[in-house]
């Protein structure tokens, strides 16, 4: 449970963060391109830092990972409660420049804390319930990523220091829960950092191509169909409605996950995981457009709602093949990959939606994107057979790829 509070508070400083941001980002400018460009400025250090990180991740302590990225957010929302109270100086001296570059900073925190976080989990519960343990996971993410990134809209209301504040503590307190947290950390064989070491999280996942599908079929249908970069100018230029406005928006897609992650708790997938690993993609794409199109408030919570459900489902099916498939020693690799299709999806896909809204508008952003899912979807049921038939049933856990290796079973040489 200390884990689960730690990655619930962390999720939530780091998504209120986001949201002050963004909106802070969107009033000094007025720019959908810049509201792009945050999230862009986030995966990019991501990127560059994935093979990095993944390495760290299985050869130091994972928790200690994790603690020393909580405070580095901690000290990144500290800095913008500086900025935006002005203190040094006689006014606010918080701009576009400083948004960008703290983003940065929020993106090289997530590099590394993202594959430790992934990978400890397992060593935390028996294989057997790891499909209830990434669901219940899973409800803490989402709890986090969205309903206080929604909290965050309201706590605007009172300003940005209060926002900034807000997470500061939460990072703080997260930071203090995973510090106590033990589990049994086995260091790994010596062996020379290399470039086939780097690379192998890479090459393990390319190898098994329904694992490859699972991975990225989230990249290209969040990236194509995420709209969480433009909820600012939804709330303020189509649904007129403020920062609350903007918090419930945040917050409704995480009120459909926290649901369906507490009927996935209960009761976990066990047949057709990969056919409803797609339909649920499919039913994400076709929110989006609904959300696009929208000119209701209560329509928009609507679509998003039901559209973060379907979300949940694909995150659930997702993160237990990739732990299930992968070997101790090699998950913070393999979870580092995976990493940069969330954050290519999540962070480039706001830079996508910001660039296309640029030229396309808010709605026609969206629908676009929404369309693109579906067609996503379709294109990965006939593109990857081995993920759409992921056993119905047959086996004691659907989640176990035929021929892969058992749960913590040594890695390949």
Same mark, same amino acid.
């Given at each position: 449970?200390?884990?689960?509070?730690?990655?619930?508070?962390?999720?939530?400083?780091?998504?209120?963060?986001?949201?002050?941001?963004?909106?802070?980002?969107?009033?000094?400018?007025?720019?959908?391109?810049?509201?792009?460009?945050?999230?862009?400025?986030?995966?990019?250090?991501?990127?560059?830092?994935?093979?990095?990180?993944?390495?760290?991740?299985?050869?130091?302590?994972?928790?200690?990972?994790?603690?020393?990225?909580?405070?580095?957010?901690?000290?990144?929302?500290?800095?913008?409660?500086?900025?935006?109270?002005?203190?040094?100086?006689?006014?606010?001296?918080?701009?576009?420049?400083?948004?960008?570059?703290?983003?940065?900073?929020?993106?090289?925190?997530?590099?590394?804390?993202?594959?430790?976080?992934?990978?400890?989990?397992?060593?935390?519960?028996?294989?057997?319930?790891?499909?209830?343990?990434?669901?219940?996971?899973?409800?803490?993410?989402?709890?986090?990523?969205?309903?206080?990134?929604?909290?965050?809209?309201?706590?605007?209301?009172?300003?940005?220091?209060?926002?900034?504040?807000?997470?500061?503590?939460?990072?703080?307190?997260?930071?203090?829960?995973?510090?106590?947290?033990?589990?049994?950390?086995?260091?790994?064989?010596?062996?020379?950092?290399?470039?086939?070491?780097?690379?192998?999280?890479?090459?393990?996942?390319?190898?098994?191509?329904?694992?490859?599908?699972?991975?990225?079929?989230?990249?290209?249908?969040?990236?194509?169909?995420?709209?969480?970069?433009?909820?600012?100018?939804?709330?303020?230029?189509?649904?007129?409605?403020?920062?609350?406005?903007?918090?419930?928006?945040?917050?409704?897609?995480?009120?459909?996950? &926290?649901? %369906? /992650?507490? $009927? @996935?708790?209960?009761?976990? *997938?066990?047949?057709?995981? +990969?056919?409803? #690993?797609?339909?649920? !993609?499919?039913?994400?794409?076709?929110?989006?457009?609904?959300?696009? &199109?929208? %000119? /209701?408030? $209560? @329509?928009?919570?609507?679509? *998003?709602?039901?559209?973060? +459900?379907?979300? #949940?489902?694909?995150? !659930?099916?997702?993160?237990?093949?990739?732990?299930?498939?992968?070997?101790?020693?090699?998950?913070?690799?393999?979870?580092?990959?995976?990493?940069?299709?969330?954050?290519?999806?999540?962070?480039?896909?706001?830079?996508?939606?910001?660039?296309?809204?640029?030229?396309?508008?808010?709605?026609?952003?969206?629908?676009?994107?929404?369309?693109?899912?579906?067609?996503?979807?379709?294109?990965?049921?006939?593109?990857?057979?081995?993920?759409?038939?992921?056993?119905?049933?047959?086996?004691?856990?659907?989640?176990?790829?035929?021929?892969?290796?058992?749960?913590?079973?040594?890695?390949?040489?």
């Amino acid at each position: 449970m200390r884990m689960w509070f730690a990655r619930l508070f962390g999720t939530t400083g780091n998504q209120m963060l986001m949201v002050a941001v963004g909106w802070q980002m969107y009033e000094l400018t007025g720019s959908a391109w810049d509201l792009g460009l945050v999230g862009l400025y986030q995966f990019v250090p991501a990127l560059l830092l994935t093979l990095v990180a993944g390495h760290v991740a299985d050869r130091v302590h994972r928790g200690r990972i994790i603690a020393a990225c909580l405070v580095t957010q901690a000290v990144v929302a500290l800095i913008l409660v500086a900025a935006t109270q002005g203190w040094g100086s006689s006014a606010s001296w918080a701009s576009r420049e400083l948004l960008l570059g703290v983003s940065v900073l929020l993106g090289v925190a997530r590099a590394f804390q993202m594959p430790a976080q992934q990978a400890l989990t397992p060593m935390l519960v028996p294989p057997a319930m790891l499909p209830r343990a990434m669901a219940f996971s899973s409800a803490g993410y989402a709890g986090g990523r969205d309903w206080r990134a929604g909290t965050g809209g309201v706590i605007f209301v009172a300003g940005a220091t209060a926002v900034y504040a807000t997470c500061a503590f939460l990072f703080a307190t997260g930071c203090v829960l995973i510090s106590v947290l033990r589990y049994d950390h086995v260091p790994p064989p010596r062996e020379p950092v290399s470039l086939r070491t780097l690379l192998a999280g890479a090459e393990f996942v390319w190898q098994r191509k329904a694992l490859l599908g699972a991975v990225s079929l989230d990249l290209f249908a969040v990236l194509l169909g995420g709209a969480t970069a433009l909820l600012p100018m939804f709330a303020k230029d189509i649904l007129h409605v403020g920062p609350w406005g903007l918090g419930l928006l945040r917050a409704a897609p995480a009120a459909g996950a &926290l649901l %369906t /992650s507490a $009927v @996935l708790t209960r009761w976990p *997938l066990d047949r057709r995981v +990969g056919h409803t #690993m797609l339909a649920s !993609v499919a039913l994400y794409g076709l929110c989006m457009v609904v959300f696009g &199109l929208s %000119t /209701s408030f $209560v @329509l928009s919570l609507v679509a *998003l709602a039901v559209s973060g +459900g379907a979300d #949940m489902v694909s995150v !659930v099916v997702r993160q237990t093949l990739v732990q299930i498939e992968t070997p101790n020693a090699m998950r913070g690799r393999v979870s580092a990959v995976n990493s940069v299709f969330i954050g290519a999806s999540n962070q480039l896909g706001e830079f996508e939606s910001g660039a296309t809204a640029a030229l396309l508008g808010p709605v026609g952003s969206v629908v676009a994107g929404g369309i693109g899912t579906l067609l996503v979807a379709a294109w990965w049921l006939k593109g990857f057979p081995a993920l759409a038939q992921r056993p119905h049933g047959s086996l004691k856990n659907p989640f176990i790829f035929p021929g892969g290796p058992a749960c913590g079973s040594p890695p390949a040489a």
